[in-house]
């Protein structure tokens, strides 16, 4: 059984960063391509941005505007999300999402999903 985990989250100030990851059971990260997608209340779903299985030049969506950056640790099997310069419009639930792949996209479906990580941004 697949699962993957999303941790990191919590309640931040604007201006201030944070650092999400994925981590997976029951398959090796390392060989897929991940996305990262993002929620807020009463709004649909967002692409934030994805890495693909070969590790070619994570690609953004509208929401990183140039604020966050996606990486693989290869040792640990995890991708993170480095999110800095957050504000309040980032707050939402944050999801990865695994694909068999090799590339990466924010428009096809992935393969498996994790239940995600709220990230608060308030004052």
């Known amino acids: 059984q697949v699962e993957l985990v999303e941790s990191g989250g919590g309640l931040v100030q604007p201006g201030e960063s944070l650092r999400l990851s994925c981590a997976a059971s029951?398959?090796?990260?390392?060989?897929?391509?991940i996305g990262w997608f993002r929620q807020a209340p009463g709004k649909e779903r967002e692409w934030v941005g994805c890495?693909?299985?070969?590790?070619?030049?994570?690609k953004y969506g509208g929401p990183s505007d140039g604020r966050f950056t996606i990486s693989r640790d290869h040792a640990k099997k995890t991708v993170d999300l480095q999110m800095n310069s957050l504000q309040p419009e980032d707050a939402g639930v944050y999801f990865c999402?695994?694909?068999?792949?090799?590339?990466?996209?924010?428009?096809?479906?992935?393969?498996?999903w994790g239940q995600g990580t709220r990230v608060t941004v308030a004052s």
């Open positions: 999402a695994a694909d068999s792949r090799a590339y990466c996209s924010g428009q096809y479906n992935y393969d498996y």
């Open positions: 029951g398959i090796d990260l390392n060989h897929y391509s």
């Open positions: 890495l693909s299985s070969s590790d070619t030049r994570p």
